[in-house]
């Protein structure tokens, strides 16, 4: 009995002990397990922080605000003194007047020599990767680059960005004296074979002063503006290749949407993932701006040849300045200026991105805002608009929305440094497209055109860093929750770069 009694208490006793060990032993486990789970919290918040002050470290000298002054000689009278004694001097014309103006001292300032030129070839090492913005820009071949109006398609298939744009490499005229400005080639009257001219519009005069007055309408279709979309690819966003034309105009067929006489605007490019096609967008019209269409062309390759669809008023509507838009869901969007440039549409194309569906929304009512960029950042989407001044810069506004259908609230002018003349006209530009920068989340290039209506082939390229962050500092429209949104900034710099640092994100 006693020899068994131990024997009975250490069987009662077992269990407890074990499970007493295995209780310390989870114990231990958790406790390892929530050690490395903090450790691991902690890491990946110094992780973030970390790469957020890189980030910032990275974009401050961007956010740098550089100031221009300039200083302008009053401009002298051109009207006969004694007609200013008679009806006294006029109101004198203004910095806007004087920057469109080829013959004045200010056109100059913002529209450099060739001399000057972004040259990726021969440029040197001191000016590699420098953007200047109004500076000609040369190709890999060394010729001013054609993308005007344009915008940037980054294909993941090549890990290429791809530039399109209108090429206006011919002469500038206009159709009439109150008309818009055109760009043409060498011009044959075809009922008139024996006048070959360089300016359309003086073989008219000519023709009409020695023909008919009729000769104009017969004469008026041999007149040129589409000469056809024109690519560029890149692997830095600084060097550029010519890809030559992937949508050419039409010679021949007059009834064409892409005859030489009508227009093609702002082609936009966007990638379908289930079609596995490359879908093109653009402004199309007639000569007299009556058709105020869009027009679609497709292609399986980036660098074309892309072939034309049609052409159509989406949702019913007269359709002018637009873009298109790719949202992270694959969803694609049309937004065009409509009812005599008086407002915005926004609607969804169709899952082939070859048509608009039925939905539309109306933006920015009665505010008169054209060539849209359109862009997205941390679930917010984002848009830089122009006023409506034909070729005279005027002042940009940011918008932002929480769904991209709207509604969408004006957060006002973004652009940072310079001066104000610099600020009131977008830096003498106007928006065409907004470029997310690889790696560095809040980051963009703004691109913009610095149009020259009386050589529109000169004209230049605009492109300055865009950033994301802080309060407004105004609004346009308080119509709901205007201090919530993040600033839109785009900064001033006559010389700038992208940091080393995104090539290799």
Same mark, same amino acid.
């Given at each position: ?123 040197? $090492? ?70 070959? @001219? ?15 007055? $009729? ?26 290749? $010519? ?97 005599? $440039? ?159 640092? @995104?090539?290799?994100?």
């Amino acid at each position: 009995m006693r020899s068994r009694h131990p024997k009975a208490l250490g069987f009662r006793c077992y269990p407890a002990s074990h499970r007493s060990l295995t209780l310390v032993l989870w114990s231990l486990v958790a406790l390892v397990v929530f050690v490395n789970f903090h450790l691991l919290i902690i890491h990946k918040e110094e992780e973030t922080m970390s790469t957020h002050e890189i980030r910032r470290s990275i974009m401050r000298e961007l956010e740098v605000v550089e100031k221009e002054k300039f200083r302008l000689a009053p401009p002298r009278s051109r009207r006969n003194p004694r007609a200013v004694r008679r009806k006294g001097e006029k109101k004198p014309p203004t910095i806007v007047d004087e920057f469109l103006d080829q013959s004045s001292a200010v056109h100059d300032m913002f529209f450099p020599e060739l001399n000057t030129a972004v040259d990726p070839v021969n440029g040197g $090492n001191d000016s590699m990767y420098f953007y200047y913005p109004g500076r000609i820009w040369l190709d890999t071949d060394g010729k001013p680059i054609q993308a005007h109006g344009g915008g940037v398609l980054y294909d993941k298939r090549s890990n290429t960005y791809f530039w399109y744009g209108e090429n206006k490499d011919g002469k500038t005229y206009k159709v009439n004296s109150k008309g818009a400005d055109r760009v043409s080639c060498t011009f044959r009257c075809y009922q008139h074979p024996f006048v070959v @001219w360089d300016k359309p519009y003086l073989a008219v005069e000519a023709l009409n002063s020695i023909v008919s007055p $009729n000769v104009n309408d017969l004469c008026q279709t041999h007149k040129v503006d589409i000469i056809g979309v024109i690519c560029y690819s890149s692997k830095d966003l600084w060097a550029w290749k $010519n890809e030559g034309l992937v949508l050419h105009g039409e010679e021949k067929n007059v009834t064409h949407d892409l005859h030489k006489s009508n227009v093609l605007e702002r082609p936009k490019l966007i990638y379908n993932d289930r079609t596995g096609k490359y879908v093109m967008w653009m402004h199309i019209d007639d000569a007299n701006y009556t058709k105020a269409s869009v027009g679609v062309a497709v292609s399986d390759s980036p660098t074309g040849p892309f072939t034309y669809l049609y052409s159509k008023r989406p949702h019913d509507c007269e359709s002018r300045d637009m873009t298109i838009f790719k949202d992270d869901d694959g969803k694609a969007y049309l937004i065009y200026s409509s009812e005599d $440039n008086s407002e915005l549409h926004i609607g969804p194309l169709t899952d082939d991105y070859l048509d608009v569906t039925d939905v539309m929304r109306r933006l920015l009512i009665a505010q008169h805002r054209e060539a849209p960029a359109l862009f997205k950042h941390e679930g917010t989407y984002y848009m830089v608009t122009s006023g409506c001044t034909s070729w005279a810069p005027n002042t940009a506004l940011a918008h932002a929305a929480t769904s991209v259908m709207g509604p969408w609230e004006t957060l006002g002018n973004p652009c940072v440094g310079g001066n104000e003349v610099f600020r009131s006209t977008t830096f003498f530009s106007q928006s065409t497209f907004v470029l997310p920068v690889p790696g560095l989340p809040g980051s963009f290039i703004f691109m913009a055109d610095r149009w020259n209506p009386s050589d529109l082939r000169d004209s230049r390229y605009v492109w300055l860093p865009l950033t994301i962050g802080g309060v407004p500092d105004e609004a346009a429209d308080y119509s709901f929750m205007f201090p919530l949104w993040s600033r839109v900034s785009i900064y001033w710099h006559k010389r700038w770069r992208l940091p080393e640092e @995104w090539r290799d994100s």
